[in-house]
Each structure stands twice: as C-alpha cells, then as structure tokens.
C-alpha cells in the first residue's frame, strides 16, 4: 500500500505529521509505502527524520512532479494524507477523489462534508487521530475502494471541478 502527501513542505502544511503517522503505523503495516510529492523550505528536515528513523527504503521524496502525471501518481496511491492547519477548498482533495483515491483530511468545515463521505477527517496535529485514520483504511481494502468512489461520484454531483472552485472562490472575493 501507498501513502501520498502532496503539497509544499511548509509548518502550514504539515507534512511532518504525515511522517510521524507513517512512524507509527509502520509498526503494525511494514509493507507500506510513503511518497511525498512537493518541496519547500522543510525538505532537509524531513529527510534527516526519515533518515533518523530508518524509513529510507519505504519513503520517497518524488519532488515537483510535473502536473500531467500527477493523475498516474494519484492513481499509484491507496491513500492521500492532507494535515494542514489550515485550507481553502484544496485542490489536493479535488485531485484524489477525481482518482478515486480516499483522503485523510484536517477537520476543516470547508472540507468536512465531502471528505467525511470519501475518507476521514482528522484533528490537526493529532499523530494518534491521523495514523488511526490512515491504519483503519489500511486494513479494509474494500472500504477504501467504497470511498474512492463515492468521493468521485460527490465531485460530479456537485460539480466540484477545479474550474469551478475557482470560479466560485473569485466570485466570493468580488463580492
């Protein structure tokens, strides 16, 4: 199984509470993968982490992947993990259900009831709550299948397109 995170490597974002979890369930899951798709300021310390923890061989920093191959990344993960502290509607989520990938997500109310149909909302900064969520999906194949499409078909329903959430965001900011 793999674990994705994309997004920039920010204390916003949290990608080292991805890591943490992953600490953490990589003692119950030990075939499971972790890639991580973005850069930032937080890479090197990232790095030295893994490194720290002997995670080299099953965590990749696949870096700024170009946006064409993203859908094929999507597609190659079993679950993508989004801690950040804060969002907008993130385009990190709109991705994953438009591949039919579950997402374990910050409880954000923005987020909250789309995610809480195709995946798991979780408390930001709570390792325990974040590796719970990502574990419970480990262990149920089926269930995660279940989510990835009923996170697609709640994309189409509302017409949660990239386009449109843009659209939507700038007509908010006009107003």
Same mark, same amino acid.
């Given at each position: 199984p793999v674990i994705l995170f994309v997004g920039r490597f920010v204390d916003g974002k949290r990608p080292q509470d991805v890591i $943490?979890?992953?600490? !953490? /369930?990589s003692e119950t899951f030990s075939d499971v993968r972790l +890639?991580?798709?973005? =850069?930032g300021p937080l890479r090197n310390r990232l790095r030295r982490r893994i490194s720290k923890h002997?995670?080299? =061989?099953? &965590?990749? #920093?696949?870096g700024q992947v170009d946006f064409a !191959? #993203? %859908? *094929? &990344? +999507?597609?190659?993960a079993d679950i993508v993990v989004l801690p950040s502290l804060s969002e907008g509607f993130p385009r990190v989520i709109l991705? @994953?259900?438009? *591949?039919?990938? %579950? &997402? &374990? $997500?910050? =409880?954000? %109310?923005q987020v909250r009831k789309i995610v809480e149909q195709a995946g798991y909302t979780v408390t930001a900064g709570d390792i325990g709550d974040i590796? =719970? @969520? /990502?574990?419970t999906l480990l262990t149920d194949p089926k269930q995660r299948r279940m989510y990835g499409a009923t996170g697609?078909?709640?994309? /189409?329903?509302?017409g949660l397109t990239w386009e449109s959430t843009v659209q939507r965001t700038t007509e908010k900011l006009q107003d």
């Open positions: $943490a979890a992953f600490e !953490k /369930i +890639y991580f798709c973005g =850069d002997g995670l080299d =061989d099953r &965590v990749r #920093m696949l !191959k #993203m %859908p *094929s &990344v +999507y597609r190659s991705e @994953a259900l438009s *591949s039919e990938t %579950p &997402v &374990v $997500a910050s =409880d954000l %109310p590796a =719970d @969520a /990502i574990g697609r078909q709640l994309l /189409i329903e509302h």
